[in-house]
């Protein structure tokens, strides 16, 4: 019998708009009623957001909310660009403050640097924007701890970014940046491209794992791919694993995130029944 853990449900509004934005609260009902725990807001523009409304809102829904960040290129913290590095940092700050207001134990993303940013350069280069990006992460953190936040950095896949694709390599970040409000945040989607054993990447984070978003080999609904979902939650069992598991995908997204993220089809019937068949299959699988 396996040991029993305490996993939340939950589903990102990327799933469901883009930008994700006050006029779209009436889905905050659909998504409790869909079976989950959790909202996680991605914060793409916030000023489109009624924050107060939010928080009011979901806890009459009792859904929980996480954070997580959009990072184009005007919020690279290891741009050469100074002032984009400045907007980057300003943007992860202003996160944090959020993620405090709502509730969000955590602020989670490619933290980093830029979706998209893919390149050969010379290794001279490479070791400057990781000393910029080691730079803002360590202000980022501080602020995170004196906000009581932690901060996820996620690998992405290798088409999407030339920084940090495995979890090793975050690893190897979050320990130079020597800080103890840095942890990892996985996706499943990206590690099946990366790792060559998502369950062995999940015991080497251990305790450093931070948020998991479960997503299917595909980026469709969670259950109707390939990955090994039995063996990951043994892993997870394995390290006590206590935070939650997220869908995060596409189900209407705009145009620019259609190209960030390579979105070219439907990834299931319908956003509902993605979202619903995702929440069901999280809780047979993980609960």
């Given at each position: 019998m396996r040991k029993q853990t305490t996993i939340q449900a939950g589903i990102s509004t990327f799933v469901y708009a883009s930008p994700f934005k006050t006029a779209d609260f009436h889905l905050l009902p659909k998504i409790k009623s869909a079976g989950y725990d959790i909202v996680e807001v991605a914060?793409?523009?916030?000023?489109l957001i009624d924050w107060d409304l939010l928080v009011s809102?979901?806890?009459?829904?009792?859904l929980d909310i996480t954070l997580s960040g959009?990072?184009?290129?005007?919020?690279?913290?290891?741009s050469d660009n100074a002032a984009f590095r400045k907007e980057g940092l300003d943007y992860i700050l202003a996160c944090i403050r959020?993620?405090?207001?709502?509730?969000?134990?955590?602020?989670?993303?490619?933290?980093?640097?830029?979706?998209?940013k893919t390149r050969i350069v010379l290794a001279e280069q490479k070791q400057q924007e990781r000393a910029w990006c080691l730079e803002n992460l360590r202000i980022a953190a501080t602020a995170a701890a004196d906000h009581g936040i932690l901060l996820g950095v996620e690998p992405l896949n290798r088409f999407e970014t030339d920084?940090?694709?495995?979890?090793?390599?975050?690893?190897?970040?979050?320990?130079e940046a020597g800080?103890?409000?840095?942890?990892?945040?996985?996706?499943?989607?990206?590690?099946?491209?990366?790792?060559?054993?998502?369950?062995?990447?999940?015991r080497k984070a251990g305790n450093l794992l931070l948020h998991v978003q479960a997503n299917e080999s595909d980026r469709g609904t969670p259950g109707t791919g390939h990955l090994p979902w039995p063996a990951i939650r043994e892993a997870l069992d394995e390290i006590g694993y206590r935070?939650?598991?997220?869908?995060?995908?596409?189900?209407?997204?705009s145009e620019e995130l259609a190209r960030?993220?390579?979105?070219?089809?439907?990834?299931?019937?319908?956003?509902?029944?993605?979202?619903?068949?995702?929440?069901?299959?999280y809780k047979r699988m993980f609960t």
């Open positions: 914060v793409e523009q916030a000023g809102m979901t806890a009459d829904l009792d959009a990072f184009g290129p005007r919020r690279d913290i290891s959020l993620a405090e207001k709502t509730g969000s134990p955590l602020f989670g993303g490619p933290l980093y640097s830029a979706v998209g920084m940090i694709n495995t979890v090793d390599q975050a690893l190897a970040l979050i320990a800080h103890p409000s840095l942890r990892l945040s996985l996706d499943t989607f990206h590690a099946n491209i990366e790792e060559k054993d998502i369950p062995a990447a999940i935070g939650a598991v997220v869908l995060e995908t596409f189900g209407e997204p960030a993220a390579c979105i070219w089809r439907p990834l299931a019937g319908s956003t509902d029944e993605m979202a619903t068949e995702g929440a069901a299959f």
